[in-house]
């Protein structure tokens, strides 16, 4: 029972990495309830080893983030009912809250007609998605020839990352 509270990954050759799921969340039981995980093929070939994951909060529908999964994310997704990504910047898995306890516990998954884009519906704890605190990665509107910010933080990112 103990390794199911943590996910081993071979990420971009740096040998395995361990990724706590509890921090900041207390207990949580996958809501799709695969068991083991499922054979869904995905089109990994088109995009370098990587497809878009669009996310949407389950209630409501808003478009929270998008955000890109490899095989081993697809996979720890289906396997723990926690959003888990490929970092681009980072290079490695990012179990989405990891750092700030602002998880998003997968609801439903719906797959593209070329099956190389995933729709993920999620219940976002801490209600905040984006890493500036707002609640949408896209909180930026197109005004003329000028963006604005739509909504407040809600949180301090300084606080929850330290930078």
């Not at 007609?113 to 209600?127: H, R, S």
Request: proline content about 3%; aromatic content about 10%.
């Amino acid at each position: 029972m103990a390794e199911d509270w943590g996910l081993y990954h071979k990420a971009a050759g740096e040998g395995n990495k361990k990724v706590d799921s509890r921090q900041g969340i207390g207990l949580f039981r996958t809501f799709l309830n695969f068991g083991e995980t499922p054979v869904i093929p995905l089109r990994f070939d088109k995009l370098g080893g990587l497809v878009p994951a669009v996310v949407q909060d389950w209630r409501s529908g808003e478009v929270l983030m998008v955000a890109f999964m490899n095989a081993a994310a697809w996979e720890a997704t289906l396997r723990t009912g926690l959003a888990t990504y490929w970092s681009r910047s980072r290079e490695e898995l990012w179990v989405k809250g990891q750092s700030s306890g602002r998880v998003q516990r997968v609801r439903e998954i719906r797959i593209d007609c070329d099956a190389d884009t995933v729709l993920l519906k999620v219940e976002q704890v801490g209600d905040a998605a984006c890493h500036t605190g707002h609640r949408s990665c896209f909180h930026r509107r197109v005004a003329g020839k000028m963006l604005e910010t739509v909504g407040e933080p809600l949180f301090d990112p300084r606080e929850v990352y330290g930078r």
